[in-house]
């Protein structure tokens, strides 16, 4: 090891390493050939007692490079991070940032064609077109010429582009969770890969940073412009834009967004995009951070392999405007169908610098989820209906915002003081002294949680990367937070937090700024789903390792004991950190009697022996633990997880609180009024009409889960002692317990037995009520009017019972068809006809033996696009097209998958939980891997034709009644409007 002075002044080590291969003398001595070149050493820095064990190096082109070894799996987690957000968006040209994210999944010269002399002739002239196309925006006569003419030539230059080619090989290798984010200081795309396709990744992403070409350009703004839509119809959304764009009058954090103007979106510029590519995406720009499986020499090597010959050049310097003091409240409102709350925020320094942790610990006294002012003063006691406390830490500046939403009769305003009046005590030093230390205990409990994740290891290399922060000095932000006083605090709340703050209030009503894209005339393009570059083709032939699947054991993987005759204890040893997950589980719930929900809710209310409601929470997070009882329909949780050296007590805290809870009147009345507002409010959110409430409707009929609760009338007449008497049943009834941590089984066992109180023998749990499934005979569409600018469709369709036999077949459907960007319902619905953001297709399994399994299918598009939007879904669940290209690449994602998959630690008892629901007692990943890479395209299209095609179908939409297309929607089946009380039950 070589140790360079100035970098251990600093903390850190600097190791030069080389990887020599070994050699071995022979006994018979020839003349000596001449000296191999020596291999290229690589150096990198390290900081002492880091916990991920983070490498960085840098590449000759000044490329930044973090790797993390960490052996969870055979997998790695993968950033490529960009410091190029939508603050560096030129104003004339906002969305910028965000849409080249989406045009860098599109391929490059040699990605995502196959020709590309004779495609590059077709887009240099749809790229001049789109410069005469800006400078029309008077003449709409001229500008309809023209974009006619762009969607003519698109159409010849589509003939040449493969569609969706990134997204084929990273199925192909495997790869998960493909995605990239835009915001305002950053563009992050990531990928989740098998550990033994690092050099196929490390080759394609080097090559997207070579260079943009816009494939398929018109039909991907289609897809943002659907985007912005979403947006236009989520009122949060627009409440966060009104809030910045006060804040931030002169920053771009405020004066332009990162989706951009509907005015920008419209008036694109291929030029001004690629301008901004070779501005920003240079290698001294861009972080590469890596956590996984990985060898750190051989890693390093192929990304120099890949990534060391990109030019190396600066990008450009960002001077952020320097905002002027807000000085007198400003007070602003938003209009919209959803749910009323308010926003107060404040403008506060940027994150790289000590003030934002001193912000980090504010928002911590305020909200931190069990002993926050704001969770034991306002939410504990129900003087509200939700409030919490949140920051967004960013380069330049930071925002900090408190929200709260408002009971039944109370006046926003009313809300808004009492969350600023949460923040003057904090002001006024008025919270306990063990806070703080109680805080950094939870923050050092929760980072360790964090870094049990690749993805959240690798997150932390990206954002320090970004905020341009040494790694040392990442590190000792956690050591620093540790040293932060309540004075310090005290003084740097009274010193930031005065009149200075920005009001959005978000009122029922109607928006009287609505817009919507307007829909742009395209002509599909061709899929071309069996077509691939010369690229791929080369790419995807590169030899890798074979890597062998893992598969849960339960019987070896779980240690199964009893605590007492009749109740089991699965066990499964935590051997990488101190925390523990506790959970007892009960085979009852809401289907036995709704109120068992409302006993689990009033649970979080309560005191039990010398301590309060409020006490209680605050010793719990004093242990570093937590507690949270939840009921579903037929299974009652009651979980307690944290610091396993403090188990014993948080436990004893928890039986006390199951076995003896004290009823509270107030509470209960509290807790009531507000579950009665709540329910207000569900009928405001589309997604809580469509996803749940329509679905259940159809599924079930009038009388459902969803609607299976007490009324009004029965909610007001409930006792305290009702539902206390409920809590002090459930340790009697039959249930399991399971644990996963550090202590050893005996001493798990020991300790349940010496406190968890139960009786000698424990109770059969009573029969459930059965909601017996419709039989979908008859087509229909049903409908709920929403004001919204897009229209939100599913096409439902009921299978068989759920059988394990089928499952291969199912995975390797939905791979194929409908499940991913790689997908046949991806490709065609929004790769090729820009019908939509969002669209996809599933056959779901049933989670239970005796349910049966659902073909779902979505599609959310602007209201005037529906036509198009049902035809080509309906077309596609009809008549699935062949891709035999398409399916081989849904073999290799599966396998590859599965063979890198590794269920390990507290996730050994879930899948447990899973598979004996469905009466298993193994892992069925075993049936998956083997079946699925046997099949045949003509296996596939049996079960398609026999459980998806000419089957009867409900059809389910929510969008304006002003808007909606009714006579297309008959041609579906009887149309029928269903009013929110019909599907809510009340």
């Known amino acids: 090891m070589l140790l360079f002075p100035a970098l251990a002044a600093l903390g850190l080590a600097t190791q030069c390493q080389s990887s020599k291969p070994a050699t071995t003398a022979s006994a018979a001595t020839v003349a000596p050939a001449a000296a191999p070149a020596a291999p290229k050493e690589y150096r990198y820095e390290t900081v002492p007692g880091d916990p991920l064990q983070v490498r960085i190096y840098k590449l000759d082109n000044g490329l930044t490079v973090y790797l993390s070894d960490y052996k969870d799996a055979p997998r790695i987690q993968t950033y490529v991070a960009v410091r190029a957000g939508s603050k560096n968006d030129p104003a004339t040209a906002t969305g910028l940032a965000h849409y080249l994210e989406h045009m860098v999944f599109k391929g490059t010269s040699k990605l995502g064609t196959q020709d590309w002399a004779k495609e590059k ?118 409440q966060r834009e009104v809030l910045d764009a006060a804040l931030y009058p002169t920053h771009p954090y405020g004066t332009q967004t990162t989706i951009g103007t509907i005015e920008h979106l419209q008036n694109p510029s291929i030029t001004e995009i690629k301008k901004y590519f070779t501005q920003y995406y240079v290698p001294s720009n861009v972080a590469l951070c890596l956590s996984g499986d990985l060898d750190y020499d051989q890693t390093i090597r192929l990304i120099d392999k890949s990534f060391g010959s990109l030019p190396g050049k600066p990008a450009p310097a960002f001077t952020p405007p320097v905002e002027k003091p807000i000085t007198a409240p400003i007070n602003l409102e938003v209009l919209g169908p959803q749910a009323e709350n308010v926003v107060v925020g404040f403008r506060l320094p940027g994150k790289a610098t000590r003030d934002a942790l001193r912000l980090k610990m504010l928002d911590a006294i305020l909200s931190n989820g069990q002993a926050g002012l704001m969770d034991l003063d306002l939410n504990q006691q129900q003087k509200v209906l939700q409030a919490y406390s949140s920051f967004e830490p960013m380069v330049d500046y930071s925002t900090h915002t408190l929200q709260g939403a408002p009971r039944q009769g109370q006046k926003l305003e ?24 109680a805080i950094i205990n939870n923050d050092k409990l929760d980072r360790t949680k964090r870094y ?7 997150s932390a290399m990206y954002e320090a990367f970004i905020e341009r922060v040494d790694w040392k000095d990442y590190l000792k932000q956690q050591d620093d937070f540790a040293t932060i006083t309540k004075a310090e605090v005290v003084k740097f709340a009274n010193d930031n937090y005065g009149q200075n703050y920005v009001t959005v209030f978000k009122r029922n009503g109607v928006d009287p700024n609505k817009v919507k894209v307007v829909k742009p005339a395209i002509t599909p393009v061709p899929a071309n789903r069996d077509a691939a570059s010369a690229y791929y083709k080369q790419l995807t032939a590169m030899p890798s390792s074979e890597l062998q699947p893992v598969f849960v054991d339960y019987k070896k993987d779980i240690q199964q004991t009893e605590i007492k005759p009749g109740l089991p204890l699965y066990y499964t040893h935590n051997a990488e950190n101190g925390l523990f997950n506790l959970s007892y589980v009960v085979e009852l719930g809401t289907n036995n009697d709704p109120r068992w929900g409302l006993a689990a809710d009033y649970l979080q209310y309560l005191g039990a022996g010398k301590y309060s409601a409020e006490q209680l929470q ?11 009882v939840t009921s579903g329909s037929d299974r009652i949780s009651m979980t307690l997880n944290g610091l396993d050296d403090n188990l014993q007590p948080a436990l004893q805290l928890f039986e006390q609180l199951l076995n003896a809870p004290k009823p509270d009147a107030a509470a209960l009345k509290n807790m009531v009024a507000g579950i009665l507002k709540s329910r207000q409010d569900a ?12 679905v259940n409707y159809v599924k079930y009929g009038p009388k459902n889960p969803f609607t299976n609760i007490l009324s009004e009338k029965e909610l007001k007449a409930l006792k305290p002692e009702q539902l206390t008497a409920l809590i002090k049943k459930l340790p009697t009834y039959q249930h399991r317990v399971l644990y996963y941590g550090p202590r050893p089984q005996e001493g798990t066992v020991a300790v349940l037995k010496a406190e968890h109180r139960t009786p000698a023998k424990l109770t059969s749990v009573p029969a459930a009520k059965d909601f017996a499934e419709q039989p979908l005979k008859d087509k229909k569409v049903y409908w709920v009017d929403y ?3 897009q229209a939100e469709i599913l096409f439902l369709t009921k299978g068989d019972l759920y059988s394990k036999d089928l499952v291969p077949t199912v995975a390797l459907y939905n791979e194929y068809f409908g499940g991913g960007m790689g997908s046949i319902v991806f490709q065609d619905l929004r790769e090729s006809k820009a019908l939509a953001y969002s669209a996809y297709s599933g056959y779901s399994n049933a989670n239970k033996l005796g349910r049966s399994n659902y073909n779902l299918s979505y599609i959310g598009t602007q209201s005037d696009k529906l036509p198009e939007a049902m035809a080509g879904m309906e077309a596609l669940l009809t008549d699935m097209p062949v891709a035999e290209a398409n399916l081989e690449i849904a073999k290799n994602a599966i396998r590859n998958s599965i063979s890198t998959e590794r269920i390990t630690k507290g996730n050994v008892l879930l899948s447990y939980e899973r598979a004996r629901r469905l009466g298993l007692d193994y892992d069925l990943r075993r049936d998956v891997y083997a079946s699925t890479q046997k099949m045949t395209f003509d296996e596939l299209k049996k079960f398609q034709q026999a459980k998806i095609k000419g089957q009867n179908q409900v059809i389910l939409v929510i969008g304006s009644k002003d808007r909606l297309n009714f006579k297309e929607l008959a041609k579906y089946g009887t149309v029928q409007q269903l009013t929110l009380k019909e599907i809510f039950g009340y």
């Open 787 to 789: 004001n919204m600018v």
């Open 618 to 628: 605050q010793e719990f997070y004093k242990l570093g633990c937590s507690f949270n």
């Open 683 to 694: 009928k405001l959110s589309k997604q809580v009409i469509l996803n749940a409430a329509l």
């Open 452 to 458: 049990e994740s690749n993805e959240a290891r690798a």
């Open 121 to 238: 002739v077709e887009l240099d002239k749809i790229e001049a077109l789109y410069e005469v196309y800006r400078g029309q925006r008077n003449d709409p006569a001229a500008r309809k010429r023209t974009y006619h003419q762009i969607d003519s030539i698109s159409g010849v230059a589509a003939r040449y582009a493969v569609p969706n080619e990134y997204d084929k090989v990273m199925g192909a290798i495997g790869a998960k969770g493909s995605n990239a984010h835009t915001s305002n200081e950053e563009t992050v795309y990531q990928e989740d890969i098998p550990s033994n396709q690092l050099e196929k990744w490390a080759a394609i992403q080097a090559e997207r940073l070579q260079e943009m070409v816009p494939h398929l350009f018109h039909t991907e703004l289609e897809a943002v412009y659907e985007e912005k839509n979403r947006g236009l119809d989520t009122d949060s959304w627009k």
């Open 414 to 437: 009313e809300v808004k003081a009492l969350m600023l009046a949460e923040l003057d005590k904090v002001k006024q030093g008025n919270f306990p002294d063990w806070l703080i230390p």
